[in-house]
């Protein structure tokens, strides 16, 4: 919101010394955010003054159009005599009167003016545009004619307000009030203590039957609707000086007198309001939902084909406007050739939901949409009709009708009980209940009680809705910056939870593996399941779908974290990164069999464990995966030697990483799923309570979806659930135990099927060597049909024995050695190659 110093001024009487940065520093302190005060007019300097075209005579022979011209500027150039000046424009003629700029004065961005010869002439001084005088956009995009009554020689600056100061303020979604200046004069009022002078305290007709039809079929979406009318208006009259400089300065562009008189008091009074032609509306106005597929064409020329659920502005036709968004193109004011004398002015309320959804539906954001979506004071909609009426009398003749149509659906104010200390124990600082009930008038509240205190919160405020939102507005309006710094004492013995502890734990592994975290957004489009190759009945396809996406392209929450994932090696790739090896840890999104409505927690108090779980249950899961994807080199060749691919492998063993950071033995075995290489997957699983669990996935990606997706060929993934792992896991692992006495290694090479898994191999050996086996590594895989037979491979093993108490003999070690190959011999059918 662009709020205007000088036009804040008419409100509030500020002392004549503030300035724009004052104002900021004051509104900042009772919480509206300031961004910026830009400084209009900062540098100019006259002499720039109204002027009358004398002559204008045509130069030929240049590649566009050149017109030398005189000047009368009276005696602002100190002579009387008819200026010289070259202009390139052609929007004006002899007798209009224009913006003009003598030697000597400077415009904004320091562009000083003198006199200089050009195109054969000499030029003294120049005739202005709106954007030489940074004025803004005033649709012409030529040069400034003003209308006749001004004099010649009057000092154009202080014509034109070119000095002033713009607040940008940024306003919150909770806080529409301050998308006017009614608004934000309330909250300057309040920040300097000074009285407000409110525009919208005004002498409003009460509603007769001999207003516009109107009538409201939905007083849900639309709970009040006044209709004005005023007849007689002069076409040909245009917005003034004052009212375009408003506009310009506010950030819109002047268009034609009733239309700036509609945005003009949209932007005082915070009310959209809308002008229709009433010669071109036919039969009476109605509100209503429109019909699933009704097409409007709106005032920006566009075909919209309508939901069920838009609010249309109709008469006997059909839709004439999307309700709180736009206005239709056939009842629209002719702005071109000035035909409209009659109009009627709409002023209504309409839900602030519906109005979100439409202009998000239809991708329409308009500033009448961005005021009724945040939240519009109905009780000013009579208030801004009178005011409309009482412009366009004043400005285009016209004769306000005697007939006031108001729609009003029943509704009470909404009361607040809050106890008078509440906002004491909130801030812990020690207000008072005078404070707190003199903050809360000022704010607009009435404030009835003593200990108790009853407020009714004002029609302007929708944001009030709970004691805490009222304990909000006294700490804010007493000053944040007065709030005691004091630290929280937190109870000995708190801190991470496992779940916590293992989640950090695993980022800092994968870290240290050589893996870089790629946070993504949890949103998904389902067709990216279609890409994976899933099944029709795979529980991943089964999303919870958000209201509100961000994306209509990605409107579910994820359960898997995969598409993010190679979604950012996607893009990392085609940016010259080949090398890639990203991880990251997060949580997806179930939904239960069971949909259950969330309850509403209380905020003035602490909610009970109950309410608590219950919110819980009506939430989707929300279990934690860890998933990674690789592809180009895991190692980088150089002068040490020769590089090496990264594979299924690496894949395999980023889960293995995983599983020593939560204490757990990890079961991998060859498995098949969704865009894994059928051959080149291996399946993850884990014991929970003596019950196996598969808990992901992990290898080489199908060539099939790495073509859909447009990635690199074999690169390679992993995911798998953190907290079925972390149930899996005996807590947070303990160090080894260094013992003293020395290590006995025993290799073996075994010769199985090569159907069979090594990890079946491994579990044999590792069982049948018992207690005194530390450790087992598989460090060859051997393949050779002529020395080992069709269909054999050979797995050799290097077994570490210890004991805690002494130094294992030769005979010792052995016969752990063979009661391990004998028991992987009973089960696999292994024997013992050589």
């Known amino acids: 919101m662009r709020v205007p110093l000088s036009w804040l001024r008419e409100y509030v009487d500020l002392p004549a010394t503030e300035t724009g940065r004052d ?45 030398f011209c005189t000047v009368d500027v009276g005696q602002a150039n100190g002579t009387g005599e008819p200026q ?23 415009l904004p961005g320091d562009f000083a003016i003198a006199a200089r010869k050009t195109y054969g002439k000499t030029s003294h001084g120049m005739i202005c545009s709106g954007d030489e005088l940074g004025m ?19 000092d154009a600056i202080e014509l034109l307000q070119l000095v002033d100061e713009v607040l940008d303020i940024a306003v919150t979604p909770d806080r529409g009030y301050a998308l006017s200046i009614r608004g934000v004069a309330r909250e300057t009022a309040i920040a300097y203590g000074l009285p407000l002078s409110d525009p919208a305290l005004l002498d409003v007709p009460g509603p007769n039957a001999f207003g516009y039809p109107v009538r409201v079929a939905d007083p849900m979406g639309c709970d009040r609707f006044t209709a004005r ?57 109605g509100v209503r939902r429109a019909e699933q597929g009704e097409k ?56 602030a939901l519906s109005i979100s959804r439409t202009a998000r539906r239809h991708k329409l954001a308009s500033e009448a949409s961005k005021r009724f979506e945040r939240g519009v004071d109905p009780q000013a909609a009579s208030a ?32 607040i009980t809050i106890p008078a200390d509440h906002p004491d124990k909130v801030a812990g600082v020690d207000y008072g209940r005078e404070t707190v009930v003199r903050r809360l008038q000022q704010v607009g509240c009435d404030v009835y009680g003593q200990d108790e205190l009853i407020v009714t919160v004002p029609s302007w405020r929708p944001d009030l809705t709970d004691p805490n939102d009222l304990a909000e507005e006294v700490i804010r309006l007493e000053g944040y910056e007065n709030l005691p710094s004091t630290l929280p004492k937190p109870p000995a013995g708190r801190g991470l939870t496992d779940r916590q502890r293992l989640h950090r734990r695993v980022g800092r592994a994968l870290a240290g593996a050589g893996y870089v975290e790629a946070p993504n957004y949890p949103f998904v489009g389902e ?134 950071e939560a204490g757990t033995e990890l079961i991998v075995r060859g498995g098949q799923y969704g865009p894994w290489h059928p051959g080149r997957c291996a399946e993850l699983a884990v014991v929970v309570e003596g019950v196996e669990q598969v808990i992901g996935y992990a290898g080489e990606l199908h060539p099939g979806v790495l073509k859909t997706l ?54 044999a050996l590792r069982e049948g060597a018992g207690e005194l086996l530390e450790s087992i590594r598989l460090f060859d895989v051997y393949d050779n049909a002529a020395q080992l037979g069709e269909g054999k491979k050979s797995l050799a093993y290097a077994l570490r024995f210890r004991a805690a108490d002494r130094t294992l003999t030769v005979d010792e070690a052995s016969a752990a050695r063979d009661a391990a190959v004998a028991l992987a011999a009973e089960r696999t059918g292994a024997v013992l190659r050589g």
């Not at 052609?90 to 003009?100: E, H, L, M, T, Y």
């Not at 736009?326 to 009659?342: F, H, K, L, R, S």
């Not at 009398?393 to 009708?401: E, K, P, Q, W």
């Open 527 to 660: 067709h990216v399941f279609d890409q994976f190759g899933l099944a029709a009945d795979d529980p991943n396809r089964k999303v919870v779908k958000l209201v509100n996406p961000l994306s209509d392209e990605e409107p579910a929450l994820r359960t898997t974290l995969l598409p993010g994932l190679l979604g950012a090696l996607r893009r990392n790739d085609g940016r010259g990164s080949h090398d890639l090896a990203l991880f990251e840890t997060g949580l997806v999104f179930h939904p239960r069999e069971e949909l259950k409505i969330a309850v509403r927690l209380p905020v003035d108090r602490r909610p009970t464990d109950e309410e608590i779980a219950s919110l819980t249950e009506a939430l989707p899961l929300q279990p934690r995966h860890a998933a990674v994807v690789l592809t180009g080199a895991r190692e980088q060749a150089g002068w040490w030697g020769k590089g090496r691919p990264s594979d299924w492998a690496d894949a395999v063993e980023s889960a293995r990483v995983l599983a020593r």
């Open 384 to 415: 801004a009709a009178q005011r409309t009426v009482d412009l366009l009398v004043l400005l285009a003749g016209g004769t306000a009708d005697a007939g006031v149509t108001e729609v009003i659906a029943p509704s009470a104010p909404h009361t």
């Open 136 to 154: 803004g956009d005033d649709g012409s995009h030529g040069i400034i004619v003003l209308p006749p009554e001004h004099e010649v020689g009057t």
């Open 84 to 106: 010289e000046i070259v202009c390139g424009a052609r929007n004006f003629a002899v007798g209009d009167k224009v913006v003009v700029v003598l030697p000597g004065a400077v």
């Open 229 to 285: 009318t005023v007849t007689g208006l002069d076409p040909e009259a245009r917005s003034p000086l004052w009212l375009t400089r408003r506009l310009q300065k506010a950030g819109m562009r002047p268009i034609s007198l009733a239309v700036d008189i509609t945005n003009y008091v949209m932007l005082e009074l915070g009310q959209p309001l809308h002008a229709y032609d009433r010669s071109r509306v036919q039969g009476p106005i």
């Open 296 to 351: 409007l064409v709106t005032l920006d020329g566009v075909t919209r084909t309508l939901d069920a659920e838009d609010l249309v502005i109709t008469d006997d036709r059909g839709p004439i406007g999307l309700a709180g968004v736009m206005g239709g193109a056939n009842t629209e004011i002719d702005d071109t050739e000035n035909t409209t004398t009659e109009v009627v002015v709409e002023a209504a309320h309409f839900d």
């Open 710 to 763: 447009g990635l690199p060929a074999r690169t390679s993934a992993m995911e798998l659930d953190l907290d079925v792992l972390e149930l899996a896991s005996a807590g947070v692992p303990k160090g080894p135990k260094i013992s003293t006495f020395p290590v006995a290694t025993q290799d073996v090479a075994l010769v199985v099927d090569a159907s069979v898994p090594h990890t079946d191999v491994e579990a």
């Open 23 to 67: 104002v900021q520093a004051k509104l900042i302190s009772v919480g509206l955010e300031v961004e910026t005060v830009e400084q209009l007019g900062d540098g100019i300097k006259g002499p720039l003054v109204v002027g009358k075209v004398l002559t204008i005579e045509e130069l030929e022979g240049f590649k566009k159009p050149i017109r």
